[in-house]
């Protein structure tokens, strides 16, 4: 057995997001994750599209890197015309990207209530109008649709999807095999209804991605940059996990942390680190 092959024991299902090693540039983050025998990673639009989509892809390949998700695309809750056409537009190209990345998965964050609108149930609708206008662009390019339901408090400006229920309800509109969820723990973990959502996401082979975090108190950087390293908070990732492999999901386990204070930190220390608390919280 190599030292890269004992390193990776036990990491077979980890997958690494890009922003939990935002301070990496694309070559760095592959490189780092091959040394320790990580096989997959999640990638974000900005830096794929810096770097170019194609050579990203080709990176990845090189070394022998699967992507298990791009994040992101969504935000087409407005009810202004314009606006909406030119988030269907921005979507197609994240499934084009999604495609030549070589990932199943295309992650989606629904997008909040317009300025001055009040009516959130319309804008849930909007959201599914939306996913039904792209799934036949998705499916001829073998493009997943995933949408991630977000903690309640993003609900306003980010995220009109607060639950795996109400995730469900647009997901089960489609095709399993065209739209899924995403699975994420600092989202999901305070709701007491996760648990019955994972085995109904499960049982409809919706599970399109599976995310964890920790929750730690106080938040370290407000609600959107606060995010703990695995371990550090109150979140059962384990139980989360067991969870999702009962309900039938055999995928990758996307450690996605976005965090300011690992982000000032060597990126080898933080990633030997996330690996360990993998094997202590997770598996």
Not at 22 to 44: N, Y
Not at 127 to 143: K, T
Not at 225 to 254: I, K, P, T
Request: charged share 25%; hydrophobic share 45%; glycine share 10%.
């Amino acid at each position: 057995m190599t030292e890269t092959q004992a390193a990776a024991q036990g990491l077979e299902r980890l997958s690494i997001n890009q922003e939990t090693l935002k301070q990496w540039s694309l070559p760095e983050l592959a490189e780092g994750c091959a040394a320790l025998g990580i096989t997959s990673v999640g990638l974000w639009r900005a830096p794929v599209q810096e770097y170019g989509v194609r050579d990203a892809a080709a990176l990845m390949s090189d070394h022998g890197i699967n992507v298990t998700s791009l994040c992101r695309g969504g935000f087409f809750s407005a009810s202004d015309p314009v606006r909406r056409a030119e988030a269907l537009d921005d979507n197609r190209a994240a499934i084009d990207e999604a495609a030549v990345l070589g990932t199943g998965t295309l992650v989606l964050v629904s997008g909040g209530l317009p300025e001055g609108d009040r009516d959130i149930a319309a804008a849930r609708e909007r959201v599914a109008d939306a996913i039904g206008a792209l799934v036949p662009y998705a499916a001829e390019r073998g493009v997943r649709l995933a949408i991630e339901p977000l903690h309640p408090m993003f609900a306003s400006d980010r995220c009109v999807v607060s639950t795996l229920g109400q995730a469900l309800d647009i997901a089960e509109r489609f095709a399993p095999e065209h739209v899924g969820v995403v699975v994420d723990t600092y989202h999901l973990w305070w709701d007491d209804r996760a648990e019955a959502g994972i085995a109904r996401a499960g049982a409809g082979g919706r599970i399109a991605c599976f995310q964890v975090a920790d929750w730690v108190t106080p938040l370290p950087e407000g609600v959107l940059l606060g995010r703990g390293q695995l371990g550090d908070g109150c979140v059962d990732l384990r139980g989360f996990r067991a969870r999702v492999d009962e309900a039938g999901y055999r995928g990758q386990v996307e450690v996605e942390i976005f965090n300011p204070a690992l982000w000032a930190r060597k990126g080898t220390e933080v990633l030997a680190e996330v690996a360990e608390r993998y094997r202590q919280h997770v598996l």
